[in-house]
């Protein structure tokens, strides 16, 4: 919402003069109107903004329309961009809307997550069990180090589909947002190292949505969260 914002601020063609010398209020009411009125407090925004302005370096006349047609093709192929994904976003629902799975009845997981962990396990039968699976995408630590991922720097294997452990991992980081069972489990791992908290914290975390998902494809079952689970 931010994003569009700005935006439409830009391609309105302001000078930093007219927005610096904007009235506050007007300035906010633009943005919350971009913004579809989302903001908590668009009048700080619009004060932010008011001072960038003051305190930058003005260019001159030559300069400055060249930057600002630089800027509006920019913001065209920014736009043409979005409208593209959203074209694909709609017809990836479309076509998931077909196929049998549970996955988005995990909180966070959307449509376009979905199909693309779908996309890569293909058939879970082809795995003999979440183990299988999780050597796999890849999310699986060699047998010395297997149960004891306690060092912050201790790596995953050097295999298994890259696609499949990048679209794990992200699905990760959004469950965790949305879910308390998850929510919990991240800020545990965490909170148990002193760095590379996030990276390794997420990539665990993946690892238990990978038990999850299977669970979830291979029983045909939608997804309950169990209260205290923290393995």
Known sequence: MFGHAILELLLKSFSLDEISQMDVQQLADFLGQKGRNRFADPECIAKSIQKAARSSYRLSKCVEDSIDLLLGLSIQSIRSLQAQ???LDKAI?????GIPNTLQTIPGIGPVHAADILAEIGQIERFDNQAALAKYAGLTWSKHQSGRFQAE????IRS???Y???YLVEAANWVQRHDETFRTYYRKKYEEV???QHK???VLTARKLVRVIDALLRNGQIYTPRKGEDR
């Open 194 to 196: 002193p760095k590379h």
């Open 200 to 202: 390794r914290a997420l």
């Open 85 to 87: 994904i959203k074209e």
């Open 164 to 166: 499949l452990r990048y």
């Open 153 to 156: 720097d201790t790596s995953l």
């Open 160 to 162: 298994g589909n890259r």
């Open 93 to 97: 629902t479309r076509h998931l809307e």
